[in-house]
């Protein structure tokens, strides 16, 4: 199963803003996020301004860093001012982005600024670098914007061997701020046998599911059933769970994801994988067995997803057993 960029993935595959009288800009002049909430930004620094960018939004930036450099807390320096909606807590926001060492200078990843890829980040520090977050937030529409992050706020410790990056690197990261997306409105759970037009899910004696397409068209929002309800602990926003779950495409009824098969379950964290998977687990109990009828805004969406097995309209059905949480 695919996933969108999060903590431990975040990179493997970023003056003020408005005038007063922006519209996202209040009468006061604070920063007003999609939520309609003031938004309060990290502030510049001696480090974050220091780096030189020049181009146009959207276009290739040159850059040029003095390295090495680092902070004791994160900064952010817009450099292009956008006009468009500002990403408060939970937005989600698509950007173009540069990430490098700010130890060594190496790049570690970039989207190439040419329009052909964006990464999806969402405003939430339980899901993502803090540092990452800071920098995103409270940006607009249309804002070039450059963080300086010190280890504390983006790998720690332990850093990221496998993107070279050790426990004492600092990361430097150069993001536009493409799209913006207002927190959506939370998935409700409600008894599956409450729910009209499900596909019907029997089980085998050990667990393992079958799941019934009904010949009939999807619904055109995500429908979360709770099947049976566990006696386990409740899993929290961006928890480490273990999980089985079968994934059916409804418009072809293939399976193009199974745990089962495997012979055994999967390990991820929530915040990893897509809405109408982690609103499913997020917030039930360890034991609970699931059914998320996932439409295309809450899956892989236009990109569609699973090789071409998932079309960018393509309604897809999961059945979860959630075997453990931490």
């Not at 939520?35 to 959207?58: K, L, Q, R, W, Y």
């Not at 060594?104 to 540092?131: C, R, V, Y």
């Not at 701020?177 to 409105?185: H, N, W």
């Amino acid at each position: 199963m695919r996933t969108p960029i999060a903590i431990a993935a975040v990179v493997v595959v970023i003056g003020s803003l408005a005038a007063c009288s922006s519209p996202n800009s209040s009468s006061s002049g604070d920063l007003v996020d999609t939520a309609g909430e003031v938004c309060v930004a990290t502030e510049p620094g001696a480090a974050s301004d220091s780096i030189g960018v020049s181009g146009d939004f959207g276009s290739a930036p040159e850059i040029n860093i003095d390295f090495p450099i680092t902070a004791e807390t994160t900064e952010r320096t817009v450099l292009i001012a956008g006009e468009g909606p500002v990403a408060g807590d939970n937005a989600s926001v698509m950007v173009e982005v540069s990430l490098f060492n700010g130890t060594t200078g190496a790049e570690i990843t970039t989207t190439g600024f040419d329009g052909t890829q964006t990464l999806p980040f969402e405003i939430d520090e339980a899901a993502m670098l803090p540092g990452l977050v800071r920098t995103l937030k409270c940006s607009a529409a249309g804002a070039r914007v450059v963080g300086v992050i010190p280890p504390s706020e983006g790998y720690g410790d332990q850093g990221r061997t496998d993107l070279s990056v050790s426990g004492t690197d600092s990361l430097v990261f150069i993001a536009d701020i493409v799209e913006i997306t207002p927190p959506s409105e939370p998935i409700a759970v409600l008894p599956y046998d409450e729910i009209d037009g499900l596909p019907e899910v029997t089980f085998a004696e050990d667990g393992e599911p079958t799941i019934t397409i009904p010949a009939t068209d999807p619904p055109t929002e995500t429908q979360i059933g709770l099947i049976t309800a566990g006696d386990g602990a409740v899993v929290g926003a961006s928890a480490d769970v273990t999980v089985h779950y079968r994934g059916i495409n409804w418009q072809t009824g293939e399976m193009f994801d199974d745990s089962w098969s495997r012979g055994e379950p999967s390990a991820f964290n929530t915040g990893g994988v897509i809405e109408g998977f982690r609103a499913a687990i997020e917030g039930q109990t360890v034991g609970s067995t699931l059914i998320s009828v996932v439409a295309p805004a809450d899956g892989y969406g236009p990109s569609g997803g699973s090789g071409e097995m998932i079309g960018a309209t393509d309604t897809i059905v999961f059945v979860i057993e959630i075997v453990a949480a931490s």
